[in-house]
Every structure is written in C-alpha cells, then in structure tokens.
C-alpha cells in the first residue's frame, strides 16, 4: 500500500511538471523518499521485458512512471545490431536496463554479459535478471585498463549515477562511502562468453564507467581488433572531450547519436564540442575500426530507413 501511495504521488507530480518537461522530478521524489520504506518497487513489464524500479531511485524512477522509453538513439543501434548470434557486453550495466534488453533480443543468457561495480547496484541487477529468467551473465567487477587491480569506489546511495572511481578510502559530508571492488579489463569480460568466433555475427559493447572510459579502451584491444562496436557517452561537462580525443587517437571511426536522426561522424573535437549543447547531459556516441562488419551494418540500417542520409554517413 505504501508503494501504491509513493508511485501515486509521484505521477500526479508528473502530471503537474509535464508543462515543464517534468524539472523538479526528480527533487520532488528525494523530497518524499524519507517517508516511505526504501523496499518500495515498482515493476514495469513492455513487450515481455521486466524490470524492477525503486521508488527512492530518483534517476529511473521517470521509467517506472512513463515505461521503457529511453536512450531510443541506443535502441535504434542494437535493434540494428541484436540477433540470436551477437554477443552484448554491458559494462556499467546499472540496474540493467539495456541487459534485459539484450536478453531478450538474443535470447540466449550465455551471450549477454553484465558488469557492475558497487554492490547495491549489483543487487539489483541481479534481481533484474533472475525477473527476466536469468535472461543475462552479472560480474561485479570495476571495468578498467588491467584486471585483478583493487579499486576504490565512491558510492553515493542516494544518487547512483555518481559513483566513481577515487584514489583512496573514504568518504564525504553527504553520506558517500567508499568500495573495494575487484577490476577486470573488457577483453576478459570477453573471455567469459564460451562460444566460437564463427557462431559470432557482431560484439557490441555498451560502455558507461563514469569517468573510467580510457582505461576501458585500453583494456579493449582485442576486442577492437576484432572489429567490435562501442556504445559509449561523452558528458556535457567536459569541454575537451577527453574520452572521443582518446577514442581517435586509436583511429576508429566515431559518430555522436541523436534520437530519430542520423549519426554525425566526427572527425575532430571541436566538432563535438560544438554539438554538446547542454552541460548536465551525457551524449552517446558509436566507435568502431573503419572496417568493422557492425558499424557497416548499423550504418546500412539507417540508410536502408532513411536513404535520404546515406551520403552524409559513407562519406
């Protein structure tokens, strides 16, 4: 019952702020977390996929409220990209939103690999998975430049999203805390997908490690060799676009994301900059060799939908 209040609140605030484009959401559910039990769930079911939302959880609760509908620009990558032959490596997977969409576009749980750090997060995750059959793998590990390395994370229970990686033990006047987690490189999260190269059609890896994006590269060369796709974010907040400099230095090619429109390449940084209009967002963006067989196919998807755009993506 306690549950059904806190979710009724919560979309009559969302009706109100709608004007708005619902600012002030998320303020209004930490306003009311303290007086409401931190179990409280909801469980959001589209099109044979479950996930689990917790209603103190102000990043996802806008999901619980308006269904599966986010980061369609992803969506329209692995809806190119996902079939009963592609291996997803999901690192940074949250409470694994993209997994359970993985699973069941795969359908095969030996095929998708979710990675996650901290360890109520990890919880959650893993009930997300055992709600969807055990659809998807889960490691708790920390994705980085070299495996078996201890890390320290800084994890905020109230605001997941900005949990990161810190130099030392510690933690902060808002209630932060830091975690010991094992690291692991993305060429051995690799290592624990058990299929045959050609039973293989594309490896798609969706990279979200808050701040740690380089050393994931780095720990990424086989995988990159071999042709795989990233899915990765550049933040708003930073201006010189460290994680896309490093991304073409190692000569891939790049195109930033926009929901319902073609990907843009980007050839340099100040291109980019350009197109980071919004400094508390993160934007999306695919890597990949020139002659990987995934970006081809991603690429051919959207001009196959729009032929209109095909020049602009080949060239």
């Not at 359970?100 to 990890?122: H, L, M, N, Q």
């Not at 793998?137 to 999203?161: C, I, K, W």
């Not at 990233?230 to 676009?241: M, N, Q, R, V």
Request: charged residues 25%; proline residues 3%.
């Amino acid at each position: 019952m306690s549950a059904r209040i806190q979710y009724s609140i919560l979309k009559g605030s969302s009706a109100v702020l709608r004007g708005v484009g619902y600012r002030g959401l998320r303020r209004v559910c930490r306003f009311i977390t303290p007086l409401f039990p931190r179990e409280n769930s909801a469980i959001i079911e589209v099109e044979g996929r479950r996930l689990r939302v917790y209603l103190n959880d102000d990043y996802w609760v806008k999901y619980a409220l308006f269904g599966f509908n986010y980061e369609m620009e992803i969506a329209s990558v692995l809806h190119e990209l996902l079939d009963c032959r592609a291996v997803f490596l999901d690192c940074g997977a949250n409470i694994g939103y993209w997994s359970v969409y993985a699973g069941k576009k795969i359908g095969s749980r030996d095929r998708v690999i979710a990675v996650e750090p901290t360890e109520s997060t990890f919880a959650r995750l893993v009930d997300n998975s055992e709600l969807n059959g055990n659809s998807f793998l889960t490691m708790r590990n920390a994705v980085y430049s070299r495996s078996g390395e201890t890390l320290q994370f800084l994890v905020d229970p109230a605001r997941h999203d900005s949990n990161r990686i810190v130099s030392e033990c510690l933690a902060d006047e808002h209630g932060s805390r830091s975690e010991s987690v094992s690291s692991i490189t993305i060429d051995d999260v690799f290592e624990n997908v058990l299929i045959p190269d050609d039973r293989i059609s594309n490896i798609v890896v969706k990279l979200d490690v808050e701040g740690a994006e380089r050393e994931a590269f780095q720990g990424a060369q086989d995988l990159i060799a071999r042709g795989a796709i990233f899915i990765y974010e550049d933040h708003g907040s930073d201006p010189k676009c460290k994680n896309t400099e490093f991304v073409l230095e190692c000569h891939l090619e790049t195109y930033f994301l926009r929901p319902g429109m073609q990907p843009i390449r980007i050839r340099d940084l100040e291109q980019l900059a350009g197109l980071k209009t919004c400094l508390t967002k993160g934007y999306n963006l695919i890597a990949a060799r020139k002659d990987s067989t995934a970006m081809m196919q991603v690429l051919a998807g959207l001009v196959r939908k729009n032929p209109e755009i095909g020049s602009d993506l080949v060239n």
